[in-house]
């Protein structure tokens, strides 16, 4: 189930999945993590235990979900290992900044000006995943599934087996000895021999020698032409008549015919709940604009429209 996309989304999309960081970008947040926190680390309590010091200064749990938040996906290991790693890449953090720090390098106009906009960056990733939250109810998300359900179409599939004897393009001769096997793979169908046991002996399909030849349901579009046109217009049961196709020659036995399910909600629940978070997000920002003065010490020039050929003498 395919939703419409968000126009107005912001530019920042916190609801997107994160990926995993070079080792320069993780230090790098991780040093904007510390460096925004000017004062000391309040008095800890059970709820939040310190893991380590480094020199004498604390890193609790907390720090490390932080740490690991903004780490993304880290590699597989046990939890004692992501402990230990986080702790690492902290202690690291805090030792590059104390050194940072000795620099005095805080104090650079430069700095100052990438430290705000991370305290901005960091605020509005915080308030727009708070109305993402927010906006993704149950209820929400079962609206815009129904409202998209509904305007699916409702659409024809099949089930079927096929054999294939393959042929390579332009080769008219072993097209003639392909299509003369198949047609004796037909004659033994005829004669009331099971077509997955005859599919595993001599199809050419590597996927169809262990499951019978069986291609499961699919829609007309999911196949070549010559194929579904035939795999559509047999009745259940029923075989084909030699087929040719691209890949070479077939014989089609369709099982079964249906109109394809809609997807259930569980299935289909994350991308919708992303759609609803994206949307609220959407619908926020341009509110905010709308109510916002915002001034432009600029011009954009419009794009020139490209001038008409000249006609030919």
């Given at each position: 189930?395919?939703?419409?996309?968000?126009?107005?989304?912001?530019?920042?999309?916190?609801?997107?999945?994160?990926?995993?960081?070079?080792?320069?970008?993780?230090?790098?947040?991780?040093?904007?993590?510390?460096?925004?926190?000017?004062?000391?680390?309040?008095?800890?309590?059970?709820?939040?235990?310190?893991?380590?010091?480094?020199?004498?200064?604390?890193?609790?749990?907390?720090?490390?979900?932080?740490?690991?938040?903004?780490?993304?996906?880290?590699?597989?290991?046990?939890?004692?290992?992501?402990?230990?790693?986080?702790?690492?890449?902290?202690?690291?953090?805090?030792?590059?900044?104390?050194?940072?720090?000795?620099?005095?390098?805080?104090?650079?106009?430069?700095?100052?000006?990438k430290l705000e906009f991370a305290r901005q960056k960091l605020l509005m990733?915080?308030?727009?995943?708070?109305?993402?939250?927010?906006?993704?109810?149950?209820?929400?998300?079962?609206?815009v599934y129904d409202d998209a359900v509904i305007k699916i179409p409702a659409?024809?599939?099949?089930?079927?087996?096929?054999?294939?004897?393959?042929?390579?393009?332009?080769?008219?001769?072993?097209?003639?000895?392909?299509?003369?096997?198949?047609?004796?793979v037909i004659a033994r169908l005829n004669k009331g021999e099971d077509f997955?046991?005859?599919?595993?002996?001599?199809?050419?399909?590597?996927?169809?020698?262990?499951?019978?030849?069986?291609?499961?349901?699919?829609?007309?579009?999911?196949?070549?032409?010559?194929?579904?046109?035939?795999?559509?217009?047999?009745?259940?049961?029923?075989?084909?008549?030699?087929?040719?196709?691209?890949?070479?020659?077939?014989?089609?036995?369709?099982?079964?015919?249906?109109?394809?399910?809609?997807?259930?909600?569980?299935?289909?629940?994350?991308?919708?709940?992303?759609?609803?978070?994206?949307?609220?997000?959407?619908?926020?920002?341009?509110?905010?604009?709308?109510?916002?003065?915002?001034?432009?010490?600029?011009?954009?020039?419009?794009?020139?429209?490209?001038?008409?050929?000249?006609?030919?003498?």
């Amino acid at each position: 189930m395919t939703l419409p996309t968000c126009a107005g989304a912001p530019a920042f999309a916190p609801t997107a999945p994160r990926q995993s960081r070079p080792i320069a970008r993780l230090f790098a947040g991780a040093l904007v993590l510390t460096l925004t926190a000017t004062a000391p680390l309040a008095a800890q309590d059970a709820k939040d235990p310190v893991v380590a010091t480094v020199n004498g200064k604390p890193i609790t749990q907390s720090d490390l979900a932080v740490a690991e938040e903004e780490a993304g996906q880290l590699p597989p290991m046990s939890e004692n290992a992501k402990k230990d790693y986080l702790v690492q890449f902290m202690a690291d953090a805090i030792l590059i900044t104390k050194a940072a720090e000795d620099k005095k390098l805080a104090d650079d106009d430069a700095f100052k000006r990438k430290l705000e906009f991370a305290r901005q960056k960091l605020l509005m990733e915080s308030l727009l995943n708070q109305v993402a939250k927010e906006a993704s109810t149950d209820a929400a998300m079962r609206a815009v599934y129904d409202d998209a359900v509904i305007k699916i179409p409702a659409e024809e599939e099949v089930k079927a087996a096929h054999i294939l004897i393959r042929a390579a393009a332009g080769d008219d001769k072993a097209s003639k000895a392909a299509e003369d096997k198949i047609k004796a793979v037909i004659a033994r169908l005829n004669k009331g021999e099971d077509f997955a046991k005859v599919a595993g002996e001599v199809t050419e399909d590597p996927s169809g020698k262990a499951n019978g030849g069986d291609l499961g349901y699919f829609t007309k579009d999911q196949m070549v032409p010559e194929f579904a046109n035939v795999a559509f217009s047999l009745e259940k049961g029923k075989i084909s008549a030699p087929v040719k196709t691209q890949f070479g020659w077939h014989v089609i036995k369709t099982e079964d015919k249906r109109v394809k399910p809609k997807p259930s909600f569980e299935d289909v629940k994350p991308q919708v709940e992303q759609f609803v978070a994206r949307k609220a997000q959407a619908e926020f920002v341009t509110k905010l604009r709308a109510d916002a003065k915002i001034e432009k010490n600029y011009t954009v020039e419009e794009p020139k429209a490209d001038a008409p050929a000249a006609p030919k003498q």
